[in-house]
């Protein structure tokens, strides 16, 4: 690379960069990389690093070799912060216990159907029971019988008291 007058105010260091541009994109890219964003919201993309770094896109992107370490590392991480990784984990978690709520719930469903069958069948034969009581004998009501009256019985007497 060759140093014109320009150029020659901003010495260039071994990475394409000034040392000071070059410690500002690492320290941006270790903050990013750690989930401890402070000028961004943290996701791990190039637009984040450079504002982060507070050094334009077009520095940034000068900064060949860290650039080629932030595509390694982001790769190595799958594009995830620790934050975010977190957040998937308890993402998982709930949703199986959501499918397991979701499963005793069909479940318990399943048992209150069964629940209502059986008690329409015993309500259709207590009618058929209580017919068949009706057309072949005397039908006693409960409340008569505890009392010990039945239907043909005058009421008891009750006198003053």
């Not at 690093?49 to 390694?72: G, H, P, Y």
């Amino acid at each position: 690379m060759t140093t014109t007058p320009e150029t020659a105010a901003y010495p260039q260091h071994d990475e394409g960069v000034a040392p000071g541009t070059a410690a500002s994109l690492r320290e941006a890219m270790n903050r990013l990389l750690s989930g401890r964003p402070q000028r961004t919201d943290g996701r791990l993309v190039k637009d984040n690093l450079w504002k982060e770094a507070k050094v334009s896109r077009a520095t940034m992107n000068r900064a060949t070799r860290i650039m080629a370490e932030w595509d390694a590392r982001v790769a190595d991480c799958d594009g995830v912060t620790p934050s975010e990784a977190r957040k998937n984990a308890e993402l998982i978690t709930l949703r199986t216990k959501l499918a397991e709520k979701t499963r005793e719930c069909t479940e318990l469903h399943h048992r209150l159907d069964a629940a209502a069958t059986a008690i329409a069948a015993l309500h259709h034969d207590n009618t058929l029971l209580r017919q068949e009581l009706d057309h072949s004998g005397q039908l006693v009501s409960l409340a008569a019988h505890r009392s010990g009256r039945t239907r043909n019985q005058d009421p008891p007497l009750i006198g003053p008291c």
